[in-house]
Nanobody
């Protein structure tokens, strides 16, 4: 059974940092793109960041560019999202996901496996 499990969320103040992790099990994701999405209350799930299998290409939503950094460790089957300079508008449930494509996809429908999400709350 394939599982993606996120961790690292929490309640922080504006300007603080958090590091989210996603541990994958049940299979390896050779050649797959991994990504982070988020969903705020009353809003649709949106793409945050993605990274290719070998990490040679990353893509970020404009709203997080320069503040968030996505990385993956294929040997450990993990994905991370370093979030700096957090803002109240970053408050959301964050999900990691895996897509069977060699390039980063920003549309959620391309992603086959999803984690359950981790809550990030940023107070002003």
């Amino acid at each position: 059974q394939v599982q993606l499990v996120e961790s690292g969320g929490g309640l922080v103040q504006a300007g603080d940092s958090l590091r989210l992790s996603c541990a994958a099990s049940g299979r390896t994701f050779n050649g797959w793109t991994m990504g982070w999405f988020r969903q705020a209350p009353g809003k649709e799930r949106e793409f945050v960041a993605g990274i290719t299998w070998i990490g040679d290409s990353t893509h970020y939503a404009d709203s997080v560019k320069g503040r968030f950094t996505v990385a993956r460790d294929n040997a450990r089957n993990t994905l991370s999202l370093q979030m700096n300079g957090l803002k109240p508008e970053d408050t959301a449930v964050y999900y990691c996901a895996a897509a069977p494509y060699e390039i980063v996809r920003i549309t959620s429908s391309y992603y086959k496996y999803w984690g359950q999400g981790t809550q990030v709350t940023v107070s002003s």
